[in-house]
């Protein structure tokens, strides 16, 4: 008798400190999609809760807890083996070795510690989304200026940033030129030789001269809060945005910043970004620096195995996937972005691209198609390009504009030619 009362004791202040982490961790967690994090606490919340309530569970729950972290644990061993043996690192390396190539295997952590004992002064490219994700009240707008970065590896070796004066992957900053290039690191070209980026193709290929604001991991919000900081610097012809398949699922983590939320409101001038880019550098620098141990590195046992990554990504990754059969396209949001950005640059021939993940050539080519049209049905004072839509009729095989026919790659040095190549016609038709 008196032992089960200590236990339904034991399970009540079990059920508190589950209920108060719950509680303290339930933004963070709602705020990265960490759905799964929320409903292991959440079971484990209910099970200490009717424990502590019912004194004929009480037992039962300390056994449903004790069955329930071997069977995460161990089904997390096995996600990690089945995990390491198909990882997009494996893909490319198996890729690799068929063409007598290497992949370099470190870590970027490892890249940029390497360089640096060479006297290089060299970070791992840090991008605005990693502020957003930390729900900062003030956010970076682009990574630091005039800083060489480590940025990506899919085709064996480590791509090297250097920014602009802007912090921006350009090869210096301009003032006058035809094409404003916005959108996320397809825009920015990412892991491709500097000369297959999109930017440099347009220049070198039709000559057009273009400027790239594009930046890895930035959603709609943050390339229209860029598009506006910069606005007074520049003159330009048209605009081409890239919105990538990513970009309407971004929007659930943007829309939930006060500072991006400014830049929807009409009579909003800016922040004063680009006169105060010393002072997001020096912030930036401190950060990387403070936090370079835990930013982006390589396997962690503590992290994979303790903390149940695998796990936590798996269900993620089905959470995820149903909210996706069940999208929603926020067509007024988008809406009023398109409506800031034609405010913003009045006058100027605005393109929309739409760019497609490798699944929109598989299963979900119905729903890509979908999207597009509803992207198109948002403003009729833009111009859009679906790049998915060229690709099927032209029938080129999908797999040869992502790098190493991989998914969820980003684009080829062919994908990215095709992709140029196909803007310059369709923008020769107006």
């Known amino acids: ?28 967690y709602y705020l990265q999609n960490d759905f799964a994090k929320i409903l292991i606490l959440f079971i484990l919340m209910i099970n200490f809760f009717l424990g502590s309530l019912v004194r004929k569970f009480t037992k039962n729950s300390f056994i449903f807890f004790g069955y329930l972290v071997l069977i995460l644990y161990s089904v997390n061993g096995l996600l990690l083996l089945t995990n390491t043996q198909n990882s997009s690192q494996k893909k490319f390396e198996k890729v690799l070795e068929k063409e007598n190539k290497t992949f370099d295997k470190r870590s970027i952590i490892e890249v940029v510690k390497d360089e640096r004992s060479k006297n290089l002064d060299i970070y791992p490219h840090v991008v605005p989304r990693e502020f957003l994700k930390k729900n900062e009240k003030k956010i970076p707008l682009t990574p630091m200026a005039n800083t060489l970065f480590v940025s990506c590896n899919e085709f064996g070796n480590w791509k090297k940033i250097q920014t602009d004066k ?17 959108g996320d690191s397809f825009a920015e070209g990412s892991c491709v030789n500097q000369s297959d980026e999109p930017a440099n193709l347009l220049n070198q290929n039709f000559n057009l001269k273009t400027y790239n604001i594009g930046i890895s991991g930035n959603g709609p919000l943050l390339s229209l809060a860029l598009a506006h900081e910069i606005k007074p610097m520049i003159n330009f012809n048209f605009i081409i945005w ?18 991006l939320n400014n830049y929807l409101e009409k009579n ?17 620098k ?49 809406k009023n972005i ?23 050539f598989k299963h979900r080519s119905l729903e890509c198609s979908t999207r597009f049209k509803e992207l198109s049905e948002t403003s009729k ?50």
């Open 381 to 430: 004072d833009l111009i859009y390009l679906n790049f998915y839509e060229h690709i099927k009729e032209n029938e080129v095989d999908y797999k040869k504009i992502y790098a190493l026919g991989q998914d969820r790659a980003h684009f080829s040095p062919l994908g990215y030619n095709k992709l140029v190549k196909f803007i310059f016609n369709e923008t020769q038709k107006d």
């Open 166 to 182: 802007l912090g921006l992957n350009n090869e210096r900053f301009i003032d006058s030129f035809d094409i404003l290039l916005m």
């Open 286 to 334: 401190k950060y990387i620096n403070d936090n370079l141990e835990s930013l982006k590195r390589g396997f962690s046992l503590r992290e994979s195995f303790f903390e149940l990554k695998a796990v936590i990504s798996s269900l993620n990754n089905l959470i995820h996937r149903n909210s996706e059969d069940s999208f929603v396209f926020q067509k007024e949001l988008f």
């Open 338 to 360: 398109f409506e800031k950005l034609i405010h913003i640059y009045p006058g100027k021939k605005i393109y929309i691209v739409y760019l497609p993940e490798t699944t929109c």
């Open 242 to 259: 890239f919105i990538f398949d990513n970009d309407f699922y971004d929007l659930n983590l943007e829309i939930q910043s006060n500072f």
């Open 268 to 284: 909003y001038e800016n922040s004063g970004y680009f006169q105060n880019i010393e002072e997001a550098y020096e912030f930036q």
């Open 1 to 28: 008798m008196l032992k089960n009362k200590f236990l339904q004791i034991v399970t009540f202040f079990l059920f508190l400190i589950i209920t108060l982490i719950l509680f303290q961790k339930f933004n963070k």
